[in-house]
């Protein structure tokens, strides 16, 4: 059983940078297939970015640019470092685990981008 503990939202102007952080225990997070997602109110859950274990990210053509996801395995924790926010990034962000059996989610950590 995989747990995941988002954080780093937040109120943030348009323009601005925030970096999310995802925190994993209970599996082998080395070898976890790690993504954020986000949605908007009224909009489907939509992939924001994807980490492979072996470090190979995809992004959404919507933050290209913008986004990084990278992985720290000593410390569990995945991250989403989001620049030159829009408002149209405004989202609750969720992060997912995928091993070879099932998926998890953690609880979603809320980006407003607004002045």
């Known amino acids: 059983q995989v747990q995941l503990v988002e954080s780093g939202g937040g109120l943030v102007q348009p323009g601005g940078s925030l970096r999310l952080s995802c925190a994993a225990s209970?599996?082998?997070?080395?070898?976890?297939?790690m993504s954020w997602y986000r949605q908007a109110p009224g909009k489907e859950r939509e992939l924001v970015a994807h980490?492979?274990?072996?470090?190979?990210?995809t992004y959404a053509d919507s933050v290209k640019g913008r986004a990084t996801i990278s992985r720290d395995n000593a410390k569990n924790t995945v991250y989403l470092q989001m620049n030159s926010l829009k408002p149209e990034d405004t989202a609750i962000y969720y992060c997912?685990?995928?091993?070879?059996?099932?998926?998890?989610w953690g609880q979603g950590t809320q980006v407003t981008v607004s002045s």
């Open positions: 997912k685990a995928q091993s070879w059996a099932r998926g998890y």
């Open positions: 209970g599996g082998t997070f080395s070898s976890l297939h």
């Open positions: 980490i492979s274990p072996s470090g190979i990210t």
